[in-house]
């Protein structure tokens, strides 16, 4: 059986209920939109229903405790081709043991588990660190960000306690998708039109008020002047700083 769900969290879920109240001895899950079943696979699409997902979120907690949600979610998130097979194989084992499958390290489904988990928490670790906050026109801090992995949902709870006193957005142009912080609360919201707006583009005057790019400039001199060449270490340096977040870093774009 090829289940297709519709890309989200919720839809997961909704998925293993069926897998366990149909009992089906075989289960491969695919996204709809990337699906890839031939004439003979037989397949079923599963609508998203949150009643059915409510039920298996607190069956985690209840069987596995909350740290059984939480690697569940997190490892989701990290959009791996066949995470929901390797989650499926999972949470079957969380219900097995009942719960004990989180205590055992040994176990291979859990040891990979625990390997993208730690995957995804060093990515949300670097957005957390190389989000760069620019003011538009009409004070709203934004920040676009492109990770590896889905982590955007993680960071959201940072950047609201440390910005709380500010209107921002960060907005994910990988994944069409952002989180939009009012001063009461955050809602996740969809640009018509977005494009990775580094430092120096033409956008700037369009977009980002004068002050901002004074900043911006005041900035990128004071980084050059307190960079000590003598003392440069550029694999050292790329290591914690890897290139693909120099697009964001205005330090990184010298005048």
Request: charged share 30%; net charge neutral; with cysteine.
């Amino acid at each position: 059986m090829i289940a297709l769900y519709d890309h989200s969290f919720e839809g997961f879920l909704t998925v293993l209920f069926e897998v366990f109240e149909y009992r089906w001895n075989y289960c491969e899950i695919q996204k709809q939109a990337e699906s890839h079943q031939n004439l003979f696979d037989e397949h079923k699409t599963i609508i998203t229903q949150p009643e059915k997902s409510q039920r298996v979120w607190k069956g985690l907690e209840k069987v596995g405790s909350k740290k059984a949600q939480r690697l569940t979610y997190r490892v989701f998130l990290s959009e791996l081709k066949g995470v929901e097979n390797l989650l499926l194989q999972f949470v079957q084992k969380l219900f097995e043991t009942q719960g004990e499958v989180v205590q055992n390290p040994a176990d291979v489904t859990f040891r990979e588990i625990l390997k993208i988990d730690k995957m995804i928490g060093r990515e949300k670790h670097r957005m957390d660190a190389f989000i760069r906050f620019r003011e538009t026109k009409d004070h709203i801090y934004f920040a676009t960000i492109s990770p590896d992995f889905n982590v955007l949902p993680l960071n959201i709870p940072h950047f609201r306690k440390r910005y709380a006193d500010q209107k921002w957005m960060i907005y994910d142009v990988k994944r069409n998708y952002g989180f939009f912080y009012n001063l009461y609360t955050v809602e996740e919201v969809v640009l018509e039109t977005i494009s990775e707006m580094n430092v120096n583009t033409s956008f700037d005057c369009l977009y980002f008020s004068e002050e901002e790019k004074w900043f911006q400039e005041l900035w990128k001199t004071y980084f050059q002047h307190t960079n000590i060449s003598e003392r440069k270490n550029s694999q050292l340096h790329i290591k914690h700083v890897p290139k693909r977040y120099w697009k964001y870093l205005i330090e990184k774009n010298v005048i």
